[in-house]
Nanobody
Framework: QVQLVESGGGLVQAGDSLRLSCAAS????????VDWFRQASGKERESVAA????????YYADSVKGRFTISRDNAKTTVYLQMNSVKPEDTAVYYC?????????????????????WGQGTQVTVSS
């Protein structure tokens, strides 16, 4: 079992920065990669960023590349999403998700079927 608790969402203005946190817990949490997704109103859920358990390999959606940064703190069992230069089109519910990852260096690429647990989601709204 893996439990995911998200925090950091809110209402911000275009150009601002925001940092989302996903606190992961559970007996086997160290064997899971934890990544970020988002779902805008009326749109399909999409991958935002992924990171290997080791924290050395990452993947970003083209729409956020250069603006968002994913990081993982294994000591705190927390995964972060640093969002810089946010745009109105970044408005969405942001989710973290955990997928079993036996190899520490493997990075996932946002396939929903690869994830076993999901957080509750946190709303990020960017005003223009």
């Amino acid at each position: 079992q893996v439990q995911l608790v998200e925090s950091g969402g809110g209402l911000v203005q275009a150009g601002d920065s925001l940092r989302l946190s996903c606190a992961a817990s559970g007996r086997t949490v160290s064997s899971y990669a934890v990544d970020w997704f988002r779902q805008a109103s009326g749109k399909e859920r999409e991958s935002v960023a992924a990171i290997s358990r080791s924290g050395t390999n990452t993947y970003y959606a083209d729409s956020v590349k250069g603006r968002f940064t994913i990081s993982r703190d294994n000591a705190k069992t927390t995964v972060y999403l640093q969002m810089n230069s946010v745009k109105p089109e970044d408005t969405a519910v942001y989710y973290c998700a955990a997928g079993f990852s036996p190899l520490a260096g493997t990075v996932r690429r946002g396939r929903l079927s690869e994830y076993d647990y999901w957080g509750q989601g946190t709303q990020v709204t960017v005003s223009s």
